[in-house]
C-alpha cells in the first residue's frame, strides 16, 4: 500500500505551466497568489499565464497535432487509457489538492477522479466509432465522408469539479486526434498543473499544455488565438457570450458552451415524500461541490398539497450533511470555492429575504464553523419563494435551495421554464403519462424522471436555452472535435 500523500509536501514545491511537454514560467515572468478558501490564505504562487503563453503552446501544439492525428486512432485511444491508470494512481494526491485548493471534500474528489478515468476510458474505447459513411447519391460513382481532427483545440474549465474536468475534457478531443491546449480555472488550478505534469509521461510533447493565468487574459489568449478553431468551454452564460465575441472577432470558429443553470425538480402528489426528498437534496449536489454545480436543481417545485411534508423531511435531511474540512475524510461538504463566490451566495441570501422569502434552514455560515478561518456557507433552504423573484430564475452557484408551491401541472411547466436558462430537469410521478407529459414540455438538454443529479457516462449532458450548446459525455463530444470532409470519387 502506498502512504498518504502528505499536504504540506505536496504544496512545498515550485508551480509551472505545461508547454511543449515541458514546465515553463509565464513569458511575462509574472506569478498570482492562489488562495485556499480552507484557510484563507495563499497556498501557492502560479505562472500568470496570458495570450503570450497561449500562442507559445499553440506553436508547440501545431506540429504535434500534425504528427498526432496521424496516429491510428485505437492507437491514441491506448494512450489516453494510459491517462486513466495515470490519473488513479495519483488520486490521492490530486484529492488532496483539489480539497485545500477548492474547498471541495477530499473523500467527495477521489470520486471525481474515478469519474474522470471512466471518462477518459469511455472515450479510450471509441476511437473506432471515428467513422464516415458512404452516400448511394449516383449509380457510377463513390461518394463518403472521413471525419479529420481540427488540429489545435481549446478547452477552458471552471473550478467546481476541477480534476474531473482537466482530465475528463481532454479525453475526446485528444482521441479524436487534436492536440488540446486546457486552461484551467485560476482559483483552483493546481491539480490540473500536476496532471499535466503526470500526462506529459505519457503523452507525445505539445499534444497537451496547461496555461493559466489571473483572470480573463488566458482564457481570451485561446478565445482569440486564430489557430485555435474549436474551442469546448464549461463556465457561467457571461463569459461563454465573451468567448464568442471574441472567437467571432478572429476568425470562424466551433465554439460549444456547457453553461449554467436554474434547474427545476417537480414533484407532484402521487410522489413518495421521502423519496422526493432525498432526491431534492442529492439534486442539489451540496455533498463534493457545496451545491457549485451547473445540473442542481435549486428549484424545488412541490405540489401545495405535499410541500410541509416534503420540506420537514428536507430540512431534516439538510441537517444532517456533515459539514466541515475538507480535508477530513469523514466531511461530505467543504466550502465554497472563493470569496467572490461566498459573498455572492450570501448576497442572494439577503436578496431573497428582501423579497419576501423565508429562511427555514442555514442562511449564512453554520453554527461552530464561523469563526474560524473556511469560507463555510451551511445548506440553506428558503421557502415562500415565488416565481417572479430574483432568487428563482437567477443562478447562484452556491448551496441553496428555492422552494417554490404549484396547484396543478399547467402551472408547474409554466414555472419550471419560466427562466432564461434549460439545463436540467427532474420530474417526481407514480404516472407514467404524467412522467412522460411533464417531461416532454420542459424546456432543458437532461431529465431525470424520479431521480436527479446523477451522470451516466456516455449519456448525453448539455442544455438548451441560455445553458448552452452542444453536448457531451457522449460519442456526441467525440465528434464534435472532428470536422466532416466529403469525398466524390468519379468512377462512371
Ligand atoms: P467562469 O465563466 O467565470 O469561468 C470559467 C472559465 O473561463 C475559467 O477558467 C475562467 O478563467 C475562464 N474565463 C473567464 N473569463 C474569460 C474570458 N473572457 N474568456 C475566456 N475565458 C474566460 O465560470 P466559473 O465561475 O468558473 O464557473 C461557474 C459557472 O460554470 C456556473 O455558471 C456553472 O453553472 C457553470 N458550469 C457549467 C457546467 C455545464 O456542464 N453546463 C459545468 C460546471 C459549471
Same mark, same amino acid.
Given at each position: 500500500m502506498t502512504e498518504a500523500p502528505n499536504l504540506a509536501a505536496i504544496l512545498d514545491r515550485e508551480w509551472s505551466l505545461l508547454i511543449g511537454g515541458r514546465p515553463a514560467p509565464a513569458r511575462s515572468g509574472r506569478r498570482f497568489g492562489d488562495e485556499s478558501p480552507v484557510t484563507e490564505e495563499i497556498i501557492a504562487t !502560479?505562472?500568470?499565464?496570458?495570450?503570450?503563453?497561449?500562442?507559445a503552446a499553440v506553436e508547440a501544439a501545431r506540429p504535434a497535432a500534425a504528427a498526432w492525428r496521424r496516429v491510428p486512432p485505437r492507437e491514441r485511444g491506448a494512450l489516453v487509457g494510459e491517462l486513466a491508470r495515470v490519473l488513479e494512481e495519483n488520486a490521492d494526491e490530486l484529492a488532496l489538492l483539489d480539497a485545500i485548493d477548492g474547498g471541495h471534500p477530499v473523500t467527495g474528489m477521489h470520486l471525481d477522479v474515478a469519474i474522470a478515468a471512466d471518462m477518459l476510458r469511455l472515450f479510450a474505447g471509441l476511437g473506432i466509432e471515428l467513422k464516415g459513411s458512404t452516400i448511394p447519391a449516383t449509380a457510377q460513382n463513390l461518394h463518403l465522408t472521413v471525419r479529420e481532427p481540427f488540429g489545435v483545440v481549446g478547452r477552458i474549465i471552471p473550478f467546481n469539479h476541477p480534476v474531473m474536468f482537466a482530465a475528463g475534457k481532454i479525453a475526446a478531443p485528444l482521441v479524436a486526434g487534436n492536440a488540446v491546449i486546457l486552461k484551467p480555472p485560476e482559483s483552483a488550478p493546481l491539480s490540473a498543473l500536476r496532471m499535466g505534469e503526470l500526462f506529459a509521461g505519457v503523452l507525445p510533447p505539445g499534444v497537451l499544455s496547461v496555461v493559466v493565468g489571473d483572470g480573463p487574459a488566458a482564457g481570451r489568449g485561446v478565445a482569440r488565438h486564430p489557430a485555435i478553431r474549436r474551442i469546448g468551454f464549461i463556465g457561467s452564460d457571461a463569459t461563454g457570450r465573451a468567448i464568442q465575441r471574441d472567437a467571432a472577432e478572429v476568425g470562424v470558429k466551433d465554439v460549444t458552451l456547457e453553461l449554467g443553470g436554474k434547474n427545476a425538480l417537480i414533484?407532484?402528489?402521487?410522489?413518495?415524500? +421521502?423519496?422526493? *426528498?432525498?432526491? *431534492?437534496?442529492?439534486? $442539489? =449536489?451540496?455533498? #463534493?461541490?457545496?451545491?457549485?454545480?451547473?445540473?442542481?436543481?435549486? /428549484?424545488?417545485?412541490?405540489h401545495e398539497s405535499i410541500a410541509d411534508d416534503v420540506l420537514d423531511r428536507v430540512v431534516d435531511r439538510m441537517s444532517a450533511i456533515r459539514i466541515?474540512?475538507?480535508?477530513?475524510?469523514? %466531511?461530505? $461538504?467543504?466550502?465554497?470555492?472563493? #470569496?467572490?463566490? @461566498?459573498?455572492?451566495? &450570501? /448576497? @442572494?441570501?439577503?436578496?431573497? #429575504?428582501?423579497?419576501? *422569502?423565508?429562511?427555514?434552514?442555514?442562511?449564512?455560515?453554520?453554527a461552530g464553523l464561523a469563526d474560524g478561518p473556511g469560507l463555510f456557507v451551511a445548506p440553506t433552504l428558503l421557502r415562500g419563494v415565488r416565481p417572479d423573484m430574483r432568487i428563482a430564475r437567477e443562478e447562484v452557484f452556491g448551496p441553496v435551495l428555492a422552494a417554490i408551491t404549484f396547484t396543478d401541472e399547467d402551472e408547474a411547466i409554466m414555472i419550471a421554464n419560466g427562466v432564461d436558462y434549460g439545463l436540467t430537469g427532474s420530474v417526481w410521478t407514480s404516472d407514467i403519462r404524467r412522467a412522460h407529459r411533464v417531461a416532454f414540455a420542459l424546456d432543458a438538454g437532461y431529465l431525470w !424522471? =424520479?431521480?436527479?443529479?446523477?451522470?451516466? %457516462?456516455?449519456?448525453?449532458?448539455?442544455?438548451?436555452? #441560455?445553458?448552452?450548446?452542444?453536448? +457531451? +459525455?457522449?460519442?456526441? +463530444?467525440? &465528434?464534435? @472535435? %472532428?470536422? &466532416?470532409?466529403?469525398? =466524390?470519387i468519379m468512377l462512371g
Open positions: !502560479i505562472p500568470d499565464g496570458d495570450a503570450a503563453d497561449v500562442g414533484a407532484f402528489p402521487d410522489a413518495d415524500p +421521502e423519496a422526493v *426528498a432525498a432526491g *431534492a437534496v442529492a439534486g $442539489m =449536489n451540496f455533498a #463534493r461541490s457545496a451545491g457549485q454545480s451547473c445540473g442542481s436543481t435549486s /428549484r424545488l417545485l412541490l466541515g474540512s475538507p480535508l477530513d475524510p469523514a %466531511t461530505q $461538504m467543504g466550502t465554497v470555492a472563493t #470569496r467572490a463566490q @461566498y459573498d455572492k451566495t &450570501l /448576497r @442572494y441570501i439577503g436578496i431573497a #429575504r428582501d423579497e419576501g *422569502a423565508q429562511v427555514v434552514t442555514g442562511g449564512g455560515p453554520p !424522471i =424520479n431521480g436527479s443529479a446523477a451522470h451516466f %457516462t456516455g449519456v448525453p449532458f448539455g442544455g438548451v436555452k #441560455r445553458s448552452g450548446t452542444g453536448r +457531451e +459525455e457522449s460519442l456526441g +463530444e467525440l &465528434l464534435s @472535435y %472532428t470536422q &466532416l470532409k466529403t469525398l =466524390n
